[in-house]
């Protein structure tokens, strides 16, 4: 019997040390990093208390770019749940082309996000994108999209948009190709009209996808910096920053290793928390909207 279990226990082995070598060190060494004065002109593991964490909590550039994330993050996904549940919904049903519509819904997501960024900033370019000439042929006046904060804010909410509805399109379609057919054989017979069965059956049906596909892109979400790095550079200022590419900054640029140890640290734990009320609060309005 004991050697079953040794036997079993070296199975798990390889999974441990993989577990341990890829999370756990790397997170006990931010952990010490971030009590340490670790930066470009003292690259030492030398102890100063909390002294990063009582500077972060006056760092009002943080904390706005964490305000920002917030904004950013759950107005992006909840419009990628939107558009993709509307998409999803066009091609489930028999539709003319639909093959080809799910292919074409599914490239923006084959391309990585740096070349994706970069090909919008020169659409948004202000005076060679089109997105401009466009709006000088129709007689309105040019938008500073990428030097204007609020025009910058626009333009990284349509790059992700862009890029990750059809992640959120191709979760949705397979939960919808997976529901069983007798509810709506059920409402069809009493006379449901589409709508109807939409709200009766469809949605409540689809809730736990729906949750699911919504925390996955807010998880991805949260690390938001690739975009703002190739699109707007944190600018103009520092309107467009994330904590991701603040994070940047602060650990690679300006090499103030000790800071941005205890800045990780606290973004990940407030990530964690905000996540988990997130898809607590999700999974109790569905359920009572599927119980209704």
Request: glycine share 8%.
């Amino acid at each position: 019997m004991d050697g079953l279990r040794r036997h079993k226990s070296m199975f798990l082995l390889p999974g441990l040390l993989t577990l341990f070598l890829i999370i756990i060190f790397p997170l006990l060494f931010t952990i010490r990093v971030s009590f340490s004065g670790w930066n470009v002109s003292n690259p030492q593991m030398d102890f100063i208390g909390g002294g990063n964490y009582t500077a972060m909590l006056d760092d009002s550039r943080f904390w706005s770019s964490i305000t920002r994330l917030i904004l950013l993050a759950g107005g992006t996904v909840l419009i990628q749940y939107l558009i993709g549940f509307g998409m999803a919904l066009l091609v489930w049903r028999e539709a003319r082309g639909r093959r080809f519509w799910r292919v074409l819904f599914l490239v923006p997501m084959m391309t990585t996000p740096v070349v994706m960024a970069a090909i919008w900033q020169t659409i948004f370019h202000e005076s060679l994108g089109p997105v401009n000439d466009l709006l000088g042929m129709l007689g309105l006046t040019k938008i500073p999209w990428l030097t204007e904060s609020g025009p910058a804010l626009f333009a990284l909410m349509t790059v992700e948009v862009w890029q990750w509805t059809p992640f959120m399109f191709l979760l949705l379609l397979a939960g919808l190709l997976s529901l069983p057919k007798e509810p709506f054989m059920a409402a069809a017979i009493d006379g449901a009209g589409t709508w109807r069965t939409f709200w009766k059956v469809t949605f409540p049906l689809m809730a736990p996808v729906s949750v699911a596909a919504v925390i996955i892109r807010l998880i991805e979400a949260s690390k938001l910096s690739d975009s703002v790095y190739v699109l707007t550079s944190g600018g103009p200022g520092s309107s467009t920053e994330t904590p991701g590419y603040y994070l940047y900054i602060q650990g690679l640029r300006d090499q103030q290793t000790g800071y941005s140890g205890a800045m990780s640290l606290t973004y990940l734990v407030l990530m964690i928390v905000t996540l988990t009320v997130v898809a607590a609060l999700l999974t109790r309005a569905l359920k009572l909207k599927g119980d209704s």
